[in-house]
């Protein structure tokens, strides 16, 4: 449990930019929905197996607080957690995560979203069908260049990306400025003929992720990023940024 | 300073967005002499008929004359068949010495005030308000906008409820409704200026493309509009400004003697009333010499309503402009100073100096502190303020004056040389808003003007408007997310 939701925290808060999430568990399968509040990346997760603590749909709001009782020390060794459960309709719901210590002197309640309101904050989020022109698992020397060439562009909030032959080539800044751009990834095996901008920092933090890791684009103007922590695969939809 | 009509030179014009509760106490007062009970009118304030002409600015009896203003139908009696006091100083103003703008009152459509199937032509409750609108505005204004219903309506819970439009392109077929209706019903009396919306460039050339048939004469010979008003992203992008006006002139839809006003709704960023200017000058320059631009902002009315003043305006070279506010005295331990305003504002340290206006000079500290601890308002409660409503409607005009001053004064010393930072760049090259946009204007062919807009598209983002995505946050994700996306 404890692994479930430090995974889930490590991939959204963690981020700064999603701080709510709605999850969806039958005893087939559990997802995870977020967005960013200025919709800059568009969350949909898989878990690889069905979580049976998160039966139902629910909000886990205030990620940052959930983050915060999961690195208390008190909790590193022997917690409880267990979710807190209503009846509603019925049915029992999921209703929120009680934490206590190993010694049971240190306790905490975590509060679950209900889905009437959850359903309303967070609603539910279709892609159009595009193609995807670019698909490549990125190297970790991909990522060390992009932040590189962030660190000598630290005013730049949006990058271009294009292809330039077979590499992959992002583009910081331009004439009127200082700028820079260097092959991310070479041999990528596809085409981009529209260099759309995309944003800097939530692809450099998501891209700084663990798990495994692809990355793709297309000119319909979104990409993608997958990263599969194990426990599940996040999918990270980014439009492009444009005026 | 007391004609700021005479001061006002070709700038571009700020026109106050009247307060209905400031318009009442003049109109009111008009009748019956005892909104205000004479006795309470400072000595400088006073007219011989008891009237409060002196804090009309649209009167020449006023302590200070400004010829523009704009006012508001959210606010409005719109029943013009029935004589209603506090609408008179707007109803019965002098068109001689003043011209009004009216706005229609689309934000209220917005935020669901006034309800109806806007989409519909025949909905009785929406035809009923739009008959009621384009009567008061025809028969009261010089200039006005047009009804539209702003995209941001689809992000209006309330207005979505209230009028049934959920989407952009709703709200684009409500407003043709009503453009549709404006022209066919128009009495000629008012010039009418066609409200271009959207919340992104993408949505904003849309609308455009969609409206601007309602400017053209070829189209509408009698009928057409007079001019433009820039809502949505329009009013705070300069990116989008200046290729709004690439297109108008490329269209032939901002032409001299057909096409002479252009009203920016919502702003109250300092640095605008000279950017405003410069593109004026540049249109009258290069394009159409009789161009006009405006625009509006309540803020003066807004700030007096949360107990603050003006007290200072700051305009430092390369730096940020702002007219300075601050919390107003507000002592029921004050009730019989007699104090000089100004001075028992700065002795009670509210700030290190205080500007005073036509409306100040002269007011005393009880004129504002009215009420003494014990004393009950007009409702009959003892409350936390020492103020009175007509402390309020002082410092409302006081308020108003320093704004004007402000946004005259800042072009003044913006003539002089002394620039806003927002309004030059020299990190590599001196770029000067001015020089670049007589650049863009001056252009005769329109791609080259686009071009050049693109070139300087850095500096455009360095320009904060007053809201919506602005500076930096221009470059954003809305557009594709909403082409890619969608929500349930």
Same mark, same amino acid.
């Given at each position: 449990m404890k692994d479930y939701l430090q995974d889930i925290v490590q991939h959204t808060y963690g981020l700064g930019f999603i701080d709510l999430v709605k999850i969806t568990g039958t005893s087939e399968e559990t997802s995870l929905d977020g967005l960013a509040e200025d919709r800059s990346v568009i969350l949909k997760t898989d878990f690889a197996n069905p979580v049976p603590e998160f039966m139902g749909t629910f909000g886990m709001p205030n990620l940052d607080r959930l983050g915060t009782i999961l690195k208390l020390t008190v909790y590193e060794e022997n917690a409880k957690i267990s979710i807190n459960k209503q009846e509603r309709n019925g049915d029992d719901v999921p209703v929120g995560i009680h934490f206590e210590n190993d010694a049971g002197d240190f306790e905490n309640d975590y509060r679950f979203m209900s889905s009437e309101i959850v359903n309303e904050k967070l609603k539910s989020v279709t892609m159009k069908s595009v193609n995807w022109g670019v698909e490549f698992k990125p190297t970790v020397g991909s990522v060390q260049r992009l932040k590189m060439m962030i660190s000598a562009n630290p005013e730049e909030r949006t990058f271009t990306a294009k292809t330039a032959g077979d590499d992959l080539v992002f583009a910081f800044g331009d004439h009127s400025t200082h700028a820079g751009e260097f092959v991310f990834q070479h041999d990528v095996g596809g085409k981009l003929s529209h260099a759309w901008d995309w944003p800097v920092e939530q692809v450099s933090k998501i891209l700084s992720l663990s798990g495994d890791i692809v990355f793709k684009f297309s000119d319909d103007g979104v990409s993608e990023i997958t990263v599969d922590s194990g426990l599940a695969t996040y999918h990270y939809l980014l439009p492009a940024q444009q005026k | 300073m007391n004609d700021l009509t005479a001061e006002q030179k070709d700038y571009a014009i700020f026109l106050p967005a009247l307060s209905s509760f400031y318009s009442t106490f003049v109109g009111k007062q008009r009748f019956g002499k005892d909104y205000v009970n004479?006795?309470?009118?400072p000595a400088h304030l006073q007219m011989p008929d008891d009237t409060l002409e002196k804090l009309n600015w649209l009167s020449p009896d006023g302590v200070f004359q400004y010829k523009w203003s704009l006012y508001s139908a959210?606010?409005?009696?719109?029943?013009?068949?029935t004589h209603v006091e506090k609408e008179d100083m707007v109803r019965n103003r002098n068109k001689q010495t003043s011209l009004l703008v009216g706005d229609s009152g689309g934000f209220q459509i917005g935020k669901g005030v006034w309800e109806g199937d806007w989409k519909d032509p025949n909905c009785p409750k929406a035809s009923k308000k739009r008959l009621e609108v384009i009567t008061w505005l025809d028969n009261t204004f010089d200039y006005a906008m047009t009804l539209d219903i702003p995209a941001w309506v689809a992000r209006s819970p309330a207005g979505q409820e209230a009028t049934g439009i959920r989407t952009y392109f709703e709200a684009v077929e409500g407003t043709e409704v009503n453009n549709d209706y404006f022209m066919q019903n128009r009495n000629g009396k008012c010039k009418y200026l066609n409200v271009l919306q959207g919340e992104t460039h993408t949505e904003a050339d849309d609308w455009y493309h969609r409206m601007k048939k309602y400017c053209d004469p070829k189209q509408y010979p009698d009928t057409h509009f007079n001019g433009w008003s820039m809502g949505g992203q329009n009013m705070c992008d300069v990116d989008l400004v200046l290729r709004r006006l690439v297109s108008l002139m490329r269209d032939g839809l901002i032409e001299k003697g057909v096409h002479d006003w252009m009203h920016f709704l919502g702003t109250s960023k300092l640095e605008w009333a000279l950017l405003l200017t410069d593109i004026q000058r540049a249109m009258r320059k290069h394009?159409?010499?009789?161009l006009q631009i405006s625009y509006d902002c309540a803020s003066p009315f807004l700030a007096t309503a949360n107990g603050q003043v003006y007290c200072q305006v700051e305009l430092n070279d390369k730096e940020k402009w702002v007219y300075r506010m601050v919390s107003s005295i507000d002592d029921k331990g004050l009730a019989q100073d007699t104090t000089p305003y100004s001075q028992a504002f700065l002795r009670e340290g509210k700030h290190t100096s205080f500007l005073d206006s036509p409306v100040t000079n002269g007011l005393l500290a009880n004129d504002i502190c009215k009420y003494a601890p014990g004393d009950l308002n007009k409702v009959g409660n003892e409350g936390k303020? +020492?103020?009175? +409503?007509f402390s309020y409607c002082l410092l409302m005009g006081h308020n108003v004056w320093t704004h004007i001053y402000a946004t005259q004064e800042a072009n003044r010393q913006y003539e002089n040389g002394i620039v806003p930072k927002m309004l030059v760049s020299d990190d590599f090259q001196r770029l000067a808003f001015g020089e670049v946009v007589d650049e863009i204007i001056g252009c005769a062919d329109s791609d080259k003007a686009l071009d050049l807009i693109k070139e300087y598209n850095k500096f455009w983002m360095n320009i904060i408007g007053t809201r919506g995505a602005t500076g930096k946050k221009t470059v954003n994700a809305t557009t594709k997310f909403n082409e890619l996306f969608t929500e349930a």
């Open positions: - | 004479p006795s309470r009118i959210g606010h409005a009696n719109l029943d013009l068949s394009y159409n010499s009789q303020t +020492s103020w009175d +409503s």
